[in-house]
């Protein structure tokens, strides 16, 4: 069920509800003046427990919506998957970028990289060269090969700082190639370039 569909549920939910108890606490004082007091009591009492009722399924809604809300903000934020065999550095770029408001994935070795990243299809990959099992030019030449033109944006990150392992890199379908030690504000930096630059393109 779609978002739109969730909301208007929950809103004609609410309104009913609502309507409910309202009109069960009308009812009685007219009730009252057409047939006598006992049973405009009883009916008072009956709509106020309604009436509470409806309250709560008000707050109940109220909390649902909010939910819903930050699904979807959720849903909307920029996908990165980050892949490095060191723990340190993976905690502080998802930190970073957390802070940032992209939503960040981790990956310590390349074939869990892989797998990662042909699950998740995200918006931007982060990976390093030196790692355990498919090294980042492998992981680089496998994702273009498998996703073609949903390809996300990849970013090469790194200690190689030798220019033939930049132009291999980039020559294997890299969009951008950083040397560590980094600065994770030039990082976000390089991201936000990189994704403008991938949404020109596929204009």
């Known amino acids: 069920m779609g978002v739109r569909s969730k909301k208007l549920i929950l809103f004609l939910v609410a309104i009913f509800s609502l309507s409910m108890g309202t009109t069960l606490e009308i009812v009685p004082g007219i009730i009252a003046l057409r047939r006598g007091v006992p049973t405009?009591?009883?009916l008072l009492i009956f709509g106020g427990i309604i009436y509470a009722g409806s309250i709560q399924i008000a707050?109940?809604?109220?909390?649902?919506f909010e939910k819903i809300r930050d699904d979807v903000k959720l849903d909307n934020r920029i996908r990165v998957v980050v892949i490095d065999d060191e723990a340190d550095i993976l905690q502080l770029i998802r930190m970073k970028?957390?802070?940032?408001?992209?939503?960040v994935s981790t990956a310590s070795n390349g074939d869990e990289?892989?797998?990662k990243v042909l699950r998740e299809k995200p918006d931007v990959i982060i990976v390093d060269i030196l790692m355990p099992g498919?090294?980042?030019y492998e992981l680089v030449s496998e994702v273009k090969a498998k996703l073609r033109e949903e390809s996300p944006v990849i970013i090469m990150l790194t200690s190689?700082?030798?220019d033939a392992d930049m132009v291999k890199g980039l020559s294997m379908g890299a969009d951008d190639y950083i040397t560590k030690p980094f600065s994770p504000?030039?990082?976000i930096e390089?991201?936000?370039v990189a994704l403008i630059k991938g949404i020109k393109a596929k204009k």
């Not at 707050?59 to 649902?64: H, M, T, V």
């Not at 970028?97 to 939503?103: D, I, M, P, T």
Request: no cysteine; proline share 0%.
């Open 134 to 136: 498919k090294d980042g």
């Open 40 to 42: 405009a009591i009883i």
């Open 190 to 192: 390089r991201i936000n």
């Open 185 to 187: 504000r030039e990082l």
């Open 59 to 64: 707050i109940i809604i109220r909390d649902q």
């Open 97 to 103: 970028l957390s802070k940032e408001g992209f939503n």
């Open 160 to 162: 190689k700082t030798e």
């Open 113 to 115: 990289g892989i797998e």
